[in-house]
């Protein structure tokens, strides 16, 4: 294998550009040509791709976003888009690809390399922490810590003036963001896809708790509760409880930009250079990930099909130690 490819897909996320460095550096080191394909699957089919250096990934590591940009792609869910794809590799004659992103970007790669068989090997590069077969994801580690900065300032506006704060958070089907921002903020209440809640639940928690142990509360809401987004929950909450002076605070998008953190920096550096390495090795249709702080290598398909652990031991933590 001599002509290699990266790409970054879906959402941006921080340390995606570490990853990308890596893999360049990585590909180099092995003396194989690395290309970068930008605006992930919409460039690979409009060849939009460059052949990288090591200079061209000088003084990113720091940087938020993507260099190579990212977009979603219509014409790549079909097969005619596919084949445009392809046909633009080979002009470059692309041997294998490194993709970085989520099961969006998988479940694309998976397809891809069914009908035409070029070698792909996926980093996680997501906020959300939702692939099976890795700890962490690139930008997770950023994200929440983003989100606990925002929670603490909340904090304290909601105890001066003893108000009631419900601030959402990322995370369509994954309350990763959620829980880790609740445990480090001390939240009093963290609402989330992966459990079950209800209205009478969350006003009885508030009208028991109030006045009696606690003065203000903070309630986190992961943007994918099946009750609704944090707006929502708020106003059926004031309908049921109108003395409480209640608040609402969407942190939206600052969540995936800002420079990533030393944790995903490495965590970024590290998938990249075995990515690079496992194509190389002849792997195929697998996502590096880490887990137990060693590098693994689990089937595009169980990435996103699988399930995570349950994550009971962490709302454990936030109900016990809310009181």
Known sequence: MKNI???????????MNACVRAVVRAAIHNNVNIFGIYRGYEGMIN???????SQSVSNIIQRGGTVLKSARSEEFRIKEGRQKAYNQLQKYNI????????????????????????????CPGTIDNDLYGTDFTI????AVNTALDAIDKIRDTADSHDRVFFIEVMGRDSGYIALRS??????E???????????????????????RTKRSFIVIVAEGEEMGNAAVIAQKVKLELPYLDIRVSNLGHIQRGGAPSAVDRVIASRMGLAAVEALLNGKSDMMVGIVNSKIKLTPFKETFKKKREQIAEMLKLVEVLSK
Not at 47 to 53: A, F, Y
Not at 139 to 142: K, N, R, V
């Open 5 to 15: 490819a990266v790409f970054t897909s879906g959402g941006d996320a921080p340390g």
């Open 47 to 53: 060849g939009d791709i460059r052949p990288l250096t």
């Open 189 to 211: 209440m963290v609402l989330i896809p992966e459990k079950p809640d209800s209205m009478d639940d969350i006003i009885e928690r508030l009208r028991s708790g109030w006045g």
């Open 95 to 122: 041997e294998g690809l490194v993709a970085v992103g989520g099961n969006g970007t998988f479940a694309g790669a998976t397809l891809f390399h069914e009908e035409y068989g070029i070698p792909t090997i996926g």
């Open 182 to 187: 609740a445990i480090g903020g001390g939240a």
């Open 139 to 142: 930008g997770f580690d950023t």
